[in-house]
């Protein structure tokens, strides 16, 4: 698998990979985290315009999508019912989405953002079982509750490396 930064010219294969993510999603009951059409057409170009859209690949096809945004993320900035490990200089993972039947993204984009970066954090939905157990093996600690710009609830997690 390699990773590497998307372009304009990615945009429809972006927004698949977000329809199959966001399909995968509600096959395991998670109904409501990328409801309403988030995340936006808006939204992705202006990841891809900041260069923080990326594409994982196999063998040349793309079969994930992700966001690495250096931090202070604005939503980032309270954390209820919990805190976060430190202060220190973070990346955040957003909008993850792979295709029906590849396996171990989230590792690979895990260590991609570890390339980048000593401190990683992401957030889900409470009905995201899926990337909840994914957090917990791959050694993120839960920090608590943030809320989105809209005021949807996230759960929170952070991974700091030495």
Same mark, same amino acid.
């Given at each position: 698998?390699?990773?590497?930064?998307?372009?304009?010219? !990615?945009? $429809?294969? &972006? @927004?698949?990979?977000?329809?199959?993510?966001?399909?995968?999603?509600? +096959?395991?009951?998670?109904?409501?985290?990328?409801?309403?059409? =988030?995340?936006?057409? $808006?939204?992705?170009?202006? !990841?891809?315009? *900041?260069?923080?859209?990326?594409?994982?690949? !196999? $063998?040349?096809?793309?079969? +994930?999508?992700?966001?690495?945004?250096? *931090?202070? /993320?604005?939503?980032?900035?309270?954390?209820?019912n919990g805190a976060w490990l430190d202060d220190s200089?973070?990346?955040?993972?957003?909008? &993850?989405?792979?295709?029906?039947?590849?396996?171990? &993204?989230?590792?690979?984009?895990? $260590?991609?953002?570890?390339?980048?970066?000593?401190?990683?954090? &992401? !957030?889900?939905h409470e009905d995201n079982i899926a990337m909840r157990? @994914?957090?917990?093996?791959? /050694?993120?600690?839960?920090? *608590?509750?943030? =809320? @989105? +710009?809209?005021? /949807?609830?996230?759960? +929170?997690?952070?991974?700091?490396?030495?």
């Amino acid at each position: 698998m390699e990773i590497r930064k998307s372009t304009s010219h !990615d945009l $429809e294969t &972006i @927004l698949w990979l977000i329809d199959e993510g966001r399909k995968k999603m509600v +096959a395991q009951g998670n109904l409501k985290q990328w409801s309403n059409g =988030h995340p936006t057409l $808006e939204q992705i170009e202006k !990841d891809i315009a *900041g260069g923080n859209s990326y594409l994982v690949e !196999d $063998e040349g096809r793309a079969i +994930a999508t992700f966001a690495l945004i250096e *931090g202070p /993320d604005p939503t980032y900035s309270v954390v209820y019912n919990g805190a976060w490990l430190d202060d220190s200089p973070y990346y955040v993972i957003h909008r &993850i989405a792979s295709c029906s039947g590849v396996h171990g &993204i989230l590792q690979r984009v895990v $260590e991609y953002a570890f390339t980048k970066t000593k401190t990683v954090r &992401i !957030d889900t939905h409470e009905d995201n079982i899926a990337m909840r157990n @994914l957090m917990k093996k791959l /050694d993120f600690v839960y920090c *608590g509750i943030i =809320h @989105l +710009a809209n005021g /949807d609830p996230r759960l +929170a997690y952070q991974k700091t490396i030495v």
